[in-house]
T-cell receptor, first 116, second 112 residues
Framework: GAGVSQSPSNKVTEKGKDVELRCDPI?????LYWYRQSLGQGLEFLIY????????KSGLPSDRFSAERTGGSVSTLTIQRTQQEDSAVYLC??????????????FGPGTRLLVL | QKEVEQNSGPLSVPEGAIASLNCTYS??????FFWYRQYSGKSPELIMF????GDKEDGRFTAQLNKASQYVSLLIRDSQPSDSATYLC????????????FGTGTSLTVIP
């Protein structure tokens, strides 16, 4: 079946502009996660959705970052007034959220954001 | 203290050898543990998960979990050049919603 998809795959923007990143999870997956990965670094957790609710927004680095999810499916991550330090790969993952120990995340291909 | 720690490497092993990757975690309540492989420029892909103490084998890969020592490892037998990648350890700390904590990854190079 279809995996997690993200768009755009690459985005170049100018400092100060707003950007919107999209994630389409695996069908039936109720949990959705956003991570950021800077060059050569590990995964930085940003936000987690269970359905349309975000019980954990603790990873959002500043109030310029926001995310929403509608219909329990597609999610958008918005970065306002982008800064050069926002340049990174933004990864989305989804999981069934069945509550079991085998709960597993599956990742999308990522959006590579470059802020000039 | 980071929730999940890995030696960043790089780790180099000759082709055909056993590669051993290690990960420690801080939360004793952690329940599930995952190993992901990430090729350069690509997104992480799941190799295997483990949640019971002991060993779990899947082909050339063996995950080992020791909850008393808060330690999880990944062994890759008969290492191949195609195994060269960064390996990420992830921990699901239940009781904190459904958040997964990732280590920074260990870079592995298998030398032909």
């Amino acid at each position: 079946g279809a995996g997690v998809s993200q768009s755009p795959s690459n985005k170049v923007t100018e400092k100060g502009k707003d950007v919107e990143l999209r994630c389409d999870p695996i069908s039936g997956h109720t949990a959705l996660y956003w991570y950021r990965q800077s060059l050569g670094q590990g995964l930085e957790f940003l936000i987690y959705f269970q359905g349309n609710s975000a019980p954990d927004k603790s990873g959002l680095p500043s109030d310029r970052f926001s995310a929403e999810r509608t219909g329990g499916s597609v999610s958008t991550l918005t970065i306002q007034r982008t800064q050069q330090e926002d340049s990174a790969v933004y990864l989305c993952a989804s999981s069934l959220s069945s509550g079991g120990l085998q709960e597993t995340q599956y990742f999308g291909p990522g959006t590579r954001l470059l802020v000039l | 203290q980071k929730e999940v720690e890995q030696n960043s490497g790089p780790l180099s092993v000759p082709e055909g050898a056993i590669a051993s990757l290690n990960c420690t975690y801080s939360d004793r309540g952690s329940q599930s543990f995952f190993w992901y492989r990430q090729y350069s420029g690509k997104s992480p892909e799941l190799i295997m998960f483990i949640y019971s103490n002991g060993d779990k084998e899947d082909g050339r890969f063996t995950a080992q979990l020791n909850k008393a020592s808060q330690y999880v490892s990944l062994l890759i037998r008969d290492s191949q050049p195609s195994d060269s990648a960064t390996y990420l350890c992830a921990v699901n700390m239940r009781g904190t919603g459904n958040q997964f904590y990732f280590g920074t990854g260990t870079s592995l190079t298998v030398i032909p």
